[in-house]
């Protein structure tokens, strides 16, 4: 091992950037730098240690916040100067509570939409919501309501889902369903329950 650390390519200083990535996602979560006793303890520990540049020392992830990365996967780019962690997080990456440290949007191509992330995209959204109410908002007002209000709507969606059934209505169907699921996602960023975690269990059950 320690011979092949050796032969990955540090700067100046003895560090490597490594792209911290959500393994279920693929999101891209925070930017930090190792050294190789860092990647020694990331290893050892199979949770995420970085090198901190401004106090020229080793810091864990997590360690004060309690938003550990578990370490699924480790690579390394062609010219062996640049690492690519996979993770599994427990809590958001960004010290300022957002999942990940690219929030902030410079530019955004919006004739061309993220249609495979729509589902991830839109509960970030509505957990945005939840943090930071905004007077107007649907999605806000049924956070503040509370569990009882949603489940209600849930149950009325699921209602308008057999009634367009029903009806063979397939367009009418799929905005029944469209409500339904989005009532459902609210459900699931009140109770707390991710996206990853209803992908994972589908498959855990796809594999038996």
């Known amino acids: 091992m320690s011979e092949f650390l050796s032969e990955l390519k ?16 693929k999101e891209v979560l925070m930017l930090a730098y190792m050294n190789q006793e860092a990647l020694y303890k990331t290893f050892e520990t199979k949770k995420t240690w970085f090198y901190s540049r401004s106090r020229k020392c080793l810091w864990n992830k997590g ?18 100067d640049t690492l690519l962690v996979e993770v599994k997080p427990f809590g958001n990456a960004c010290h300022t509570g957002e999942k990940s440290c690219f929030y902030s949007v410079l530019f955004k191509d919006s004739a061309e939409e993220e249609d495979s992330q729509i589902i991830s995209s839109l509960v970030e959204r509505l957990k945005s919501r939840k943090r930071n109410p905004q007077q107007g908002s649907y999605t806000s007002y049924l ?19 057999i009634i367009s059934a029903k009806n063979e209505s397939k367009s009418e169907m799929i905005l029944e369903l469209s409500d339904l699921l989005y009532h459902s996602l609210v459900l699931m960023v009140e109770k707390e329950i991710d996206v990853t975690d209803i992908k994972n269990e589908m498959i855990k059950r796809y594999k038996k």
Do not use: H, M, R, W
Not at 63 to 80: L, P
Not at 145 to 153: A, T
């Open 143 to 161: 956070f503040e309501k509370g569990l009882n209000k949603i489940l209600k709507k849930i149950a009325e969606e699921a209602g308008e889902v």
């Open 10 to 25: 540090y700067d100046e200083n003895g560090l490597i950037p490594a792209i911290v990535q959500d393994a279920a996602s």
């Open 63 to 80: 360690e004060t916040s309690g938003n550990y990365q578990a370490v699924k996967k480790i690579s390394y780019d062609c010219d062996k």
